[in-house]
């Protein structure tokens, strides 16, 4: 019989997990690591891909994630809630296992990217994961199941730069996707035999308009930003894409306001609660994806005159740099979830922020020793431990029950939009001070420069997103307001309308 947390007593709001809550919630974090780890295993296989495909624009490979997920996310949790958040999130493993064939069977740009398209959909996975903890376990241990998910994610920043750097320096590029797929081919059988359905649903028609709505008009502002630098920023058809995304949001917006039955409630994802976490999320987010770029690159690039920064290492060199945030994200995981459970979603989100601008700045000034890497990463991890744990409760404290995978998947649009923003606007940074192209690899050797505004642009987003949550109220939080919304009795399993 599988386990059902939900239906457990009660317990003290101190009461640690128990052995049935580890059971469902080890499965869930197993899964939800996925996208994490194809994302840190990605990054640096980027620079051994470029000679096979033989040109720069293999950096889409990482840019279309992020497009898909902006476009998708949404709708993806509105179907979660509405049929069930593990039922779709074992469809979007089935997505995600045709994309991680096509991406480790071609040599050919378009397959490899409309494979990384189709991986692109489980970005969704981190919003319904969340959803999910918040529906199977007992309101009282929601904040360490958020915890133990850091720590899944923790577990993705060591796991996936060792594993890939090993893999990519051993085997090629090809077999980070062959360890994506044969990854979720061995969790996917415990997720589904341990882990039991929501049984909550949302009674409501799938708005399909306002999905094309959102994601059309997202994706075209995302397109325009990422390809700014090859268009043009005030061309003709960047004007277009801008405008064009601009009214498609619009549209959605006037329309969520005048119908009850809207991809997700346009009041509360841009009302005082939540639209402050959604800055926050989209510049931390920035910040992330940003430093995943720009130190692969940096740490993988030779030493050489007229630069500071390079250490030539290989994928799995830049593994070992990497590992002090990763072990801080590790350890600190439920600790972290004690720590956002006794002061709170949004002092721990001060202090996530502060971590990331603080961090940008001192890789912007002082890249060039060793410990000055591992301590500057060490204090990043900070930021990338806090960070999702905090938006993640903020979310789950203001959203309805029926609308948990909806609101985070929108949360996560907003990290889908920083990520995305976030390569293309690092790598027009860094090709306004090109020393010099390799002709055999088209590996461009960029001046010290570049990665100095480089990541002083990330750490700008760090200290814009401390100062907006430190304007954000705090409300009162014990660990128990998580519960005081909805019914100690779960909703029965209602059929989703049709």
């Not at 893999?167 to 039991?196: E, K, N, Q």
């Not at 949302?202 to 397109?223: K, S, W």
Request: positive net charge; charged residues 10%; contains cysteine.
């Amino acid at each position: 019989m599988r386990p059902n947390p939900a239906s457990s007593p009660r317990t003290s709001s101190k009461s640690p997990l128990d052995a049935r809550s580890v059971l469902v919630l080890a499965p869930i974090m197993l899964l939800s690591m996925v996208a994490a780890l194809e994302l840190t295993m990605v990054y640096p296989a980027i620079r051994h891909m470029i000679p096979v495909f033989r040109t720069a624009d293999v950096a889409w490979a990482l840019t279309i994630v992020s497009l898909v997920g902006v476009a998708t996310e949404p709708l993806t949790g509105r179907l979660a809630d509405m049929y069930g958040k593990k039922r779709v999130l074992l469809g979007l493993v089935v997505l995600f296992a045709v994309g991680s064939v096509m991406c480790a069977l071609t040599s050919d740009l378009t397959v490899l990217l409309i494979g990384r398209a189709l991986q692109g959909a489980f970005l969704a996975v981190t919003g319904i994961a969340y959803g999910l903890v918040r529906d199977v376990l007992p309101a009282e241990k929601v904040p360490l199941g958020l915890g133990v998910l850091s720590t899944g994610l923790g577990l993705s920043a060591v796991i996936g730069p060792f594993a890939g750097g090993a893999l990519i320096d051993h085997l090629g590029y090809r077999s980070v996707f062959w360890f994506g797929l044969i990854y979720v081919a061995v969790v996917t059988p415990l997720f589904w035999w341990a882990v039991p359905e929501s049984t909550v649903r949302l009674r409501q028609r799938l708005d399909i308009l306002g999905a094309l709505l959102v994601g059309g008009g997202i994706g075209l502002i995302l397109l325009v930003v990422s390809q700014g630098t090859v268009w043009g920023w005030t061309a003709g058809r960047s004007w277009a894409c801008y405008v064009a995304g601009a009214v498609l949001l619009a549209v959605f917006a006037v329309r969520a306001l005048r119908i009850d039955y809207a991809l997700f409630d346009v009041r509360l994802m841009f009302g005082r609660s939540l639209a402050p976490t959604m800055l926050v999320t989209f510049l931390g987010t920035f910040v992330l994806s940003a430093y995943a770029y720009l130190s692969a690159l940096m740490l993988q690039t030779p030493r050489e005159d007229g630069i500071s920064y390079g250490f030539g290492l290989s994928a799995f060199g830049v593994a070992t740099y990497q590992l002090p945030y990763a072990l801080i994200a590790v350890l600190g995981g439920l600790g972290a979830g004690m720590l956002v459970r006794r002061r709170g979603p949004v002092a721990t989100l001060r202090l996530a922020m502060a971590s990331f601008a603080v961090s940008m700045a001192l890789f912007a000034f002082f890249p060039s020793h060793s410990w000055q890497i591992l301590v500057w990463t060490g204090l990043y991890g900070v930021g990338y431990l806090l960070s999702p744990l905090s938006t993640g409760q903020i979310v789950l404290d203001a959203a309805p029950a029926d609308q948990t995978a909806v609101s985070a998947s929108v949360l996560g649009v907003a990290r889908s939009l920083g990520s995305g923003i976030a390569i293309p606007v690092s790598g027009t940074i860094l090709a306004q001070h090109v020393l010099r192209t390799d002709p055999q690899t088209h590996q461009p050797v960029y001046a010290d420069a570049g990665f100095m505004w480089a990541f002083l642009a990330a750490a700008a987003c760090g200290l814009v997103a401390f100062a907006v949550a430190a304007m954000k109220r705090t409300p009162p939080h014990d660990g128990r307001r998580h519960a005081a919304g909805r019914s100690e009795l779960r909703p029965p399993v209602q059929a989703p309308v049709k």
